[in-house]
């Protein structure tokens, strides 16, 4: 798996910096204090985090059984891709198994669409509150073509790292 660390340096100035330094070397300095410019000790506090992957079977679990009609909270990359790669696997079986009748293919493909159809749209909204967009942008693919590109950037997008409105970073481990 691959891992993102980051750390997260919170100096007592209030300010906070996040590095991303996959062989988490710590840096330890004296530094001028950005209001007076004096020498002082400053206190760090170092955390060690990364957000952990998502399994195949983890996030079709929590798709469509702890999160089916959820629009509210975050998803992450992982879970989101998942679960669309689970979605298309289920079409094209239930498009193979119903191969032989047009009519059976179309009505087994419009049933499986259908029961997908609330555990997408809530996977979609909490894949934008993961990178600090309102839930409402998922209107945006109503545009033809133009829509449906700003909507697979969003979705590629990594996560924010931090806590934003809509909740905690999402499989956080620390």
Not at 9 to 34: H, Q
Not at 90 to 119: D, H, K, Q, R, Y
Not at 137 to 152: K, V
Request: net charge positive; proline share 3%; with cysteine.
């Amino acid at each position: 798996m691959n891992f993102k660390f980051f750390l997260y340096c919170w100096v007592e100035w209030k300010f906070f910096v996040k590095f991303a330094d996959k062989s988490a070397r710590v840096l330890k300095e004296n530094a001028r204090s950005p209001v007076d410019g004096s020498r002082s000790i400053i206190t760090l506090k170092f955390i060690f985090m990364y957000q952990r992957q998502v399994s195949f079977k983890e996030a079709v679990v929590s798709a469509l059984q702890l999160n089916y009609c959820n629009f509210g909270g975050r998803a992450s990359r992982s879970e989101f891709w998942w679960f669309q790669l689970f979605t298309f696997i289920v079409s094209i079986a239930v498009e193979i198994v119903f191969c032989w009748s047009n009519n059976a293919m179309t009505i087994a493909s419009g049933l499986v669409g259908l029961a997908f159809l609330l555990p997408s749209l809530g996977l979609c909204v909490r894949r934008l509150h993961d990178i600090g967009k309102s839930g409402w942008w998922i209107f945006i693919s109503l545009i033809p073509l133009i829509g449906a590109i700003i909507l697979l950037v969003w979705y590629c997008k990594d996560s924010q790292m931090e806590p934003n409105e809509y909740g905690p970073v999402p499989n956080l481990v620390g």
